[in-house]
């Protein structure tokens, strides 16, 4: 079992930064590929970023590209979400996971965390 749990969530006006942690015990993160994914009310969960188990490569969807960085550090079992230049439609409550698969699908995620709220102001 895996056991994850996001901080660093609040409120920012457009245009600042955020950096979400996850924190992970249980096991190693570094047997898992890591992403985080997001859910702003009456949506469905949406993929934001993954990144693979050494960190080298990593996939955004297209609306954070260019703004949002993903990174782990396995030594300290925690991955990060680096958000820049946020923008109200970046309101959501933001959740890591990890897989055993290179995927961007939520259902292919085994373990996810309670989540931590990010709301952008205009």
Known sequence: QVQLVESGGGL???GGSLRLSCAASGRTIRNYVMGWFRQAPGKEREFVARVTRNGVDTVYADSVKGRFTI??????????????????EDTAVYYCAASEYYSSRPGTYDYWGQGTQVTVSS
């Not at 990174?71 to 109200?88: E, F, G």
């Open 12 to 14: 920012v006006q457009a």
């Open 71 to 88: 990174s782990r550090d396995n030594a300290k079992n925690t991955v990060y979400l680096q958000m820049n230049r946020l923008k109200p």
